[in-house]
């Protein structure tokens, strides 16, 4: 009787070592993970804020380039010498150029989303990545321009190419942050009293701190750029231009008439572009703030 319990006991004596030995490895692994060195989270956001902050340092580049034909499609008859390439990041500055004859001015906004190429005038290579395309014709060969957008540069619509030389400055704004403000708009009903039969794409919406920023455009359409001052009361505005939604809130109202493409500096409470038609417009746009949204 003797010997067979402890022939009972012995399996379960060995099991229990083997249990032993289990923990003990568990536990070895579980202070190896412990102990092994982490990832270095501080390190990697202070190189992020680098990164950023060096967006915001203003670059100059100057030089001289001959162009080339244009890739754009439709625009194979065209030359085109790029000053600021393609960039996810948003472009804002200045240019002074000199050409060997007169030059248009071009700013590419995007890559748009799919179907929001509406009617504006559009920039693709290879009719998928599409961009929104600002074309200012000045009709000079020399001149200083203030733009915002993914990509520079200057054109003509001959077939020879041409030599410009320029000294262009600028900084560069990732779409992450809260001073950049890009896409494309197809215009709605102009909810203002007396405007009813206006049409209004509403690209930076009313609020009591002033914006102030560079805006650059292209739509469908000849424009107007809005601003609103306010609000302030009514008695205020004497004879003055006024924006109200509801005859209660009012706004001094500033109505510049442009060109259907452009590049502006603005400040106000809010900013849109207007047309006295009834028919919607598409517009493509790049904002570029000087005071951050919140």
């Known amino acids: 009787m003797c010997s067979e ?10 099991k229990t070592k083997e249990q032993v030995k289990s923990e003990k490895r568990e536990e070895s692994e579980k202070k190896a993970q412990e102990t092994a060195p982490k990832k270095d989270t501080k390190s990697e956001t202070m190189e992020q804020a680098k990164q950023q902050a060096s967006l915001k340092i203003p670059k100059t580049v100057t030089g001289v380039i001959t162009s080339v034909q244009d890739p754009g499609q439709g625009h194979e008859g065209h030359q085109i010498a790029i000053i600021l390439p393609p960039s996810e990041n948003t472009y804002r500055g200045y240019v002074t150029s000199t050409a060997s004859e007169n030059i248009q001015l071009v700013a590419l906004h995007g890559p748009l989303k799919a179907g929001m190429d509406k009617g504006q005038p559009i920039w693709t290579t290879d009719g998928k990545t599409k961009f929104g395309l600002t074309f200012v014709d000045k009709e000079n060969s020399t001149g200083v321009w203030q733009f915002s957008g993914n990509a520079i540069a200057v054109h003509t619509m001959n077939a020879d190419p041409f030599t410009v030389s320029y000294s262009v400055t ?16 197809t215009s709605v009903q102009d909810p203002g009293i007396g405007h009813e039969q206006h049409q209004l794409a509403l690209l930076l919406a009313p609020r009591d701190k002033a914006y102030s920023g560079h805006l650059t455009y292209d739509a469908s359409e000849q424009i107007q750029i809005v601003t609103l001052i306010g609000p302030m009361p009514k008695a205020q505005l004497m004879k003055l231009p006024s924006w109200t939604p509801d005859g209660e809130t009012y706004y001094a109202l500033s109505l510049i008439p442009t060109k259907a493409a452009g590049s502006t500096s603005f400040s106000g409470n809010a900013l849109a572009l207007h047309t006295f038609n009834s028919d919607p417009f598409t517009v493509s746009y790049s904002i570029v703030l000087t005071n951050p949204l919140k």
């Open 5 to 14: 319990i402890s022939k009972d006991k012995k399996p379960s004596e060995s």
């Open 170 to 185: 600028y900084t560069e704004h990732s779409t992450a942050g809260d001073k950049v403000i890009k896409g494309t708009m």
